[in-house]
C-alpha cells in the first residue's frame, strides 16, 4: 500500500495580512526607490508650483487681525490637537471627528504657509510674480514627462464616460451657492 502524501498547508503565523482585494483590475505602480525620489520630487514642485499662484493672491483676514506669528501657532496647535486626538481614538466617530479637527489645523496651516511666503515676495508681488513660475514649472514637467506610470486603457470615449458629471456639476452648484447661504 503507497503511503498516503501530505501536502503541507502554508503557514501564515506573522505574516501580514493583504487586505481586501482591489477594487480595480489595475496593477498598483511599484518604482525602484531612485525613480521614487524623482516621483516625489515632481509631486512637490507641483504642488510648490500651486503654492506660488496662491501667493499672487491670498486670503489673509485672521493674521491681519491677530498677527501673522499668533494664528499660525493656532494652527500647528490646533492640527496637532486633532493628530493627538485621533491616535487616542476609541472608536470610528473619535477618528472621524479628530480628523475634522486635525484637518481644521491643516488648512490653517497651508494658508498660513501662502500668507507667509507671500509676505516673503511682496516685492515680487507684480507681473513678475508670474515669470518664477516658468523654470519650475519647466523642471517639474522634464521631471515628470521621465516619469513611467502604468497606462490606463480605453478609449477617450470609455474614459469619458466614466466622469460623473452631474456628481461634479452639483458639486461646483453647491460651492457657488454655498457662500450666498451665509451673506
Not at 494664528?71 to 486633532?82: D, E, N, P, R, S
Not at 497606462?151 to 450666498?180: M, Q
Amino acid at each position: 500500500m503507497p503511503e498516503k502524501t501530505t501536502t503541507p498547508t502554508p503557514n501564515t503565523h506573522n505574516q501580514l495580512d493583504a487586505g481586501p482585494p482591489m477594487t480595480s483590475d489595475e496593477p498598483v505602480n511599484a518604482h525602484p526607490f531612485k525613480e521614487l525620489i524623482i516621483v516625489v520630487v515632481g509631486v512637490v514642485l507641483g504642488v510648490f508650483l500651486a503654492a506660488l499662484d496662491q501667493t499672487v493672491a491670498s486670503v489673509r483676514r485672521f493674521s491681519d487681525i491677530f498677527g501673522r506669528k499668533s494664528v499660525f501657532l493656532f494652527a500647528i496647535t490646533v492640527f496637532l490637537g486633532g493628530s493627538a486626538l485621533c491616535g487616542a481614538a476609541q472608536n470610528v466617530v473619535m477618528v472621524i471627528v479628530a480628523r475634522g479637527i486635525g484637518g481644521a489645523g491643516a488648512g490653517g496651516l497651508m494658508s498660513m504657509v501662502v500668507i507667509i511666503i507671500t509676505d516673503l515676495v511682496v516685492r515680487l508681488r507684480a507681473r513678475k510674480a508670474f515669470f518664477i513660475n516658468l523654470p519650475i514649472g519647466a523642471i517639474t514637467l522634464a521631471v515628470v514627462i521621465k516619469l513611467r506610470f502604468h497606462h490606463v486603457g480605453g478609449s477617450i470615449r470609455e474614459k469619458i464616460k466614466r466622469i460623473d458629471f452631474l456628481g461634479a456639476l452639483s458639486l461646483i452648484a453647491g460651492l457657488i451657492l454655498l457662500p450666498r447661504v451665509f451673506d
